[in-house]
């Protein structure tokens, strides 16, 4: 007599963990740019006489901004990964990645922030 065996049932993946760990991979992704684009605009606004034009000015604002909406979008992928993590009968591979990445980036920002706070401060 065989024993009964149940159908295995697939898991599938948590939805909120994919979007929390596209988020982590697009930040990353959108930091190194943004971080290169903001050493090119210092580079041209010293470049000529040592002094900001309005041009360097309005660059380095857009680029904070950008920066503040990644770090947004880092908080909003914590959020996910922490729900990918919750739900039940899903696989939760991605949303752990997500959770873990989007986590780091968080702390490395918040890291440089108090490193830049403490040089400011000499």
């Known amino acids: 007599m065989e024993p009964h065996q149940q ?15 596209i988020i982590s991979l697009v930040s990353m992704l959108a930091y190194i740019i943004s971080v290169g684009a903001m050493g090119a605009v210092f580079a041209q606004g010293l470049e000529t006489d040592s002094s900001w034009t309005q041009s360097s000015t309005t660059g380095v604002t857009v680029i904070t901004m950008i920066l503040i909406g990644l ?15 919750i739900l039940r009968n899903r696989k939760k ?9 989007n986590a780091i980036i968080i702390f490395s920002f918040g890291l440089m922030f108090v490193v830049l706070m403490l040089r400011a401060g000499r």
């Open 71 to 85: 770090f947004a979008a880092n908080v909003i992928g914590v959020i996910l990964g922490i729900v990918g993590t």
């Open 7 to 21: 159908p295995l049932r697939h898991k599938r993946h948590s939805g909120p963990g994919i979007a929390s760990f």
């Open 93 to 101: 591979i991605f949303a752990v990645l997500g959770l873990s990445l």
